[in-house]
């Protein structure tokens, strides 16, 4: 129902059908939005600490969720922004917090690792139903996928294309991961195997993309290039090749 971009430093929330909107959010680092649109989720660094925050989309007002001298490296909304996943990395290692935003009150999750190496997490995205976790480890540059519950990791492919994943993003049923590297989207199934690229665009950097639809299947992503204006693509029509 509503995205978020920046324009010169500023920060504007967009619905359709009506005008961007700014957010008081200008030095902030990573934002996401909650599913219906109403809050907005922003880290910043103010006095030698990282901060999450959560803004009010109708009113602008902000109030803290978290204040760490760690490094908020990531983090993601759990259901509709009750709770946040994140990812507070030092001394080589991430640890996992979920953080109560009524009560701010934050509880770890474990260190991420995978067959013994630590794990340095980025660009964290979680599934619809809250069960399983992607990123990528900013050290090495590959991607993974966590279960939340379990702690259990398994690397995902990824393409011999050019620089490293990047935006991973769930299908809606949360069994496959969406990303983008070397110009392309890709799509991978979350238990891992084979991967395919749904969509390539030479003309153009590809900044993000999302998958839209509530069936479960990745009927349709949305790609955000720094050159156009967001393109919905339907996926029965894209180029499809194994890699």
Same mark, same amino acid.
């Given at each position: 129902p509503a995205f978020i971009y920046s324009v010169d430093g500023r920060m504007l929330l967009k619905r359709p059908g009506q005008r961007a909107r700014p957010l008081p959010l200008a030095s902030s680092r990573l934002v996401e939005i909650n599913a219906d649109g109403s809050s907005v989720f922003s880290t910043h660094r103010s006095e030698g600490r990282d901060l999450l925050c959560r803004v009010d989309a109708l009113s602008g007002e902000k109030t803290a969720v978290m204040r760490t001298e760690r490094e908020i490296a990531g983090f993601a909304l759990l259901g509709s922004g009750e709770s946040v996943l994140v990812a507070l990395n030092s001394a080589e290692v991430t640890e996992l917090v979920r953080v109560d935003v009524s009560t701010c009150r934050a509880e770890s999750a474990g260190l991420l690792s995978w067959r013994g190496r630590p794990l340095m997490a980025s660009q964290l995205a979680v599934s619809a139903d809250g069960q399983l976790l !992607?990123?990528?480890?900013? !050290?090495? %540059?590959?991607?993974?996928?966590?279960?939340?519950?379990? @702690?259990?990791v398994r /690397?995902?492919?990824? &393409?011999?294309?050019? @620089?490293? &994943?990047?935006? #991973?993003?769930?299908? #809606?049923?949360?069994?496959?991961?969406?990303?983008?590297? %070397?110009? /392309?989207?890709?799509?991978?199934?979350?238990?891992?195997?084979?991967?395919?690229?749904?969509?390539?665009?030479?003309?153009? /950097?590809?900044? /993000?993309a999302f998958p839209l639809g509530s069936d479960g299947a990745l009927d349709h992503f949305r790609n955000f290039s720094t050159m156009t204006a967001p393109l919905a693509v339907p996926a029965g029509h894209l180029r499809r090749r194994a890699a």
């Open positions: !992607t990123f990528v480890d900013a !050290t090495e %540059g590959d991607l993974f996928v966590r279960e939340v519950r379990s @702690g259990q /690397q995902l492919a990824c &393409p011999d294309e050019e @620089g490293s &994943p990047e935006c #991973p993003r769930f299908s #809606p049923d949360g069994s496959r991961v969406l990303f983008c590297q %070397g110009g /392309q989207v890709w799509v991978s199934s979350s238990r891992g195997g084979r991967i395919v690229s749904v969509y390539g665009n030479c003309r153009h /950097q590809i900044v /993000q």
